[in-house]
Every structure is written in C-alpha cells, then in structure tokens.
Nanobody, 128 residues
C-alpha cells in the first residue's frame, strides 16, 4: 500500500524553525519528484518546494526561497523540509506529494496536478 506520512509540525514562535518529514512506504522515493504544499485557512493550496530525488534538483516558491530547504534521504525513504525564519504567514497545513520524476521539474514542479500520491498533512502554526 502506497503511503506518505508527514510529521514534525507544531507551534513555533515567529523567527523560529521546524523540520518536517515525509516518510514513504509501499514504494521507494528514488527517481521520484516530491513536493511540499501548504494550505492556509480560507486559501488555496500552494506549492512551496519540490525535489527530484534522482538528481537532487530543487525548486522553491518565491515566498520561501532562502528560508526553506528541501532534501531527501533515499536510504530512509524520506524527504525533509527545513523551515527557518518562520513567519505567521507560513501557518497552514503542510502536505507532501510524490510522483515519478519524469518531466515534473520541466513542468515547473510546484503544481498540484503533477502529483499522484498525497499525505494527510501536518499542521504548522507560527504565532506568539
């Protein structure tokens, strides 16, 4: 059974850091594209970062560039999202998603329609 499970969310103060994990089971992430998406209350879901696990090519949205880092550990079948200098605007449910990597980065990488498998999300709240 294919599963993606996110973890690492929580409450953090502005300026703080969190590291999210996306653990895959039922398939190996090698040569997959994995994206992180987030959805704030009342807003559409947006892509924030993606990685092609075969060549470690990455892409970020403008809103997180320079603050977030996506990485993969193929031995652990897990993708991470290190989030630094967090802002209340980063609050939302964070989802990871995966799809075989062919053509994903060339298509932009941060669009929901590119991805087949989705996790259930983890809540991130940035507040005093």
């Amino acid at each position: 059974q294919v599963r993606l499970v996110e973890s690492g969310g929580g409450l953090v103060q502005p300026g703080g850091s969190l590291r999210l994990s996306c653990a895959a089971s039922g398939f190996t992430l090698d040569h997959y594209a994995v994206g992180w998406f987030r959805q704030a209350a009342g807003k559409d879901r947006e892509g924030v970062a993606c990685i092609s696990t075969g060549d470690n090519m990455t892409r970020y949205s403008d809103s997180v560039e320079g603050r977030f880092t996506i990485s993969s550990d193929n031995a652990k079948n897990t993708v991470y999202l290190q989030m630094n200098t967090l802002d209340p605007e980063d609050t939302g449910i964070y989802y990871c998603a995966a799809v075989p990597a062919v053509g994903v980065m060339a298509s932009g990488g941060l669009f929901e329609w590119l991805y087949h498998y989705w996790g259930r999300g983890t809540q991130v709240t940035v507040s005093l």
